[in-house]
């Protein structure tokens, strides 16, 4: 049990100087540049999906709380599945897509994301909000937007008490520290 968590302390290290630029891979050099979030791409919402609509059909779905609880970065398999019907209410994926828990229990674990990185039919129910991102690797923001200094620029953005929500206005005002693309996505392949 000692040996698993001293490595998973070795991994968190690592994934920390890759994604804040503190450690390099070999071959890249050069600044990184500071952006915020909203000029990435655009935010749109999920829709739809009740929990007893869940496993209605066969289409693949991410429902929020699956992003708190089964999901780590990136999207590797789908849990719920709807109807044709259902999903005529829900919001379509599109690969590359980057999917945050717009509400949760506590400032703490606030705007949780991950990547969806497949390229097939797939939907985000309702109390998601979408980033679709132009000219960054979405698997490097999956990795990216879950670290410590990310999480607390949410937390401090989030509303709310009993139940915490953050809007996309307030994700898009998020500062993250990007390398150029040839980086980003070998930082993520590393890290996948």
């Not at 009740?50 to 590797?76: A, N, W």
């Not at 949780?112 to 797939?122: L, P, S, T, Y």
């Not at 979405?138 to 937390?155: H, Y």
């Amino acid at each position: 049990d000692r040996l698993i968590a001293k490595k998973r302390d070795l991994k968190q290290a690592a994934m920390q100087q890759l994604l804040t630029g503190q450690t390099r891979l070999p071959g890249f050099t050069g600044e990184w540049e500071v952006k915020r979030l909203g000029e990435l791409g655009s935010f749109t919402k999920g829709s739809g999906v009740k929990k007893d609509e869940s496993q209605s059909g066969e289409l693949p779905c991410i429902r929020y709380g699956e992003i708190y609880t089964r999901h780590h970065d990136y999207i590797k398999e789908f849990y719920s599945f709807i109807s044709t019907e259902v999903a005529a209410t829900a919001s379509r994926l599109k690969p590359g897509d980057i999917l945050f828990a717009g509400s949760g229990e506590t400032k703490a674990e606030i705007g949780k994301c991950v990547a969806f990185v497949d390229d097939c039919e797939a939907y985000a129910g309702g109390d998601i909000v979408i980033l679709r991102p132009q000219r960054v690797d979405s698997l490097f923001l999956g990795f990216c937007l879950n670290t410590p200094p990310i999480n607390r620029q949410k937390a401090s953005r989030g509303q709310g008490d009993a139940v915490v929500h953050i809007s996309s206005s307030s994700l898009a005002d998020i500062l993250l520290a990007l390398p150029p693309l040839p980086e980003q996505t070998a930082i993520a392949s590393v890290l996948s």
